[in-house]
């Protein structure tokens, strides 16, 4: 995996944690403004992860890589996005929807914010209580998405 450079997220936490990890999937948007993105088709996704956070759990982590990448890989590669249905399709009453409250296709969009929000459930359940402030996923070599998830005041 190559070295990247990523677009910065000012934040007045401690410590930053990035974590780098790729995955491939098919998906389809299944809409006629999708063009050819209408008909299944799969990339080689590349995301990282900003977590950022004050307090270190007992073991000295912000929290570790690899459960970060179990929480992505393992869910994702070698799949159809659409598939995911608890995650992807139309709207859902867990709060899944988009603003509209309309259908949630696998956009590269929808897909960075879905990474972020099972991110932040993940650490939501841990004592040091640290937050997902940035999701970058790269779907082609010319094209990604920055998802930055709204923050409380208190970190700026």
């Known amino acids: 995996m190559m070295q990247q450079i990523y677009p910065q997220t000012p934040h007045a936490y401690c410590y930053e944690l990035n974590k780098d990890m790729h995955f491939a999937a098919a998906h389809y948007i299944p809409t006629e403004e999708a063009g050819k993105c209408a008909r299944l088709h799969g990339h080689t996704y590349f995301v990282n992860v900003t977590i950022a956070g004050d307090e270190l759990d007992a073991s000295g982590f912000l929290v570790n890589f690899s459960d970060i990448k179990k929480l992505i890989h393992d869910r994702f590669d070698h799949g159809c996005l659409n598939e995911h249905t608890e995650l992807f399709g139309p709207a859902l009453s867990s709060g899944h929807s988009n603003s509209t409250g309309s259908v949630r296709f696998p ?40 998802y930055r998830p709204r923050m409380a005041a208190s970190h700026g």
Do not use: H, W
């Open 107 to 146: 956009t590269t969009e929808v897909v960075a914010r879905t990474i972020a929000e099972l991110v932040q459930m993940y650490l939501d359940g841990r004592s040091n209580r640290p937050k997902c402030i940035q999701v970058f996923l790269r779907e082609t070599p010319t094209s990604y998405v920055v």
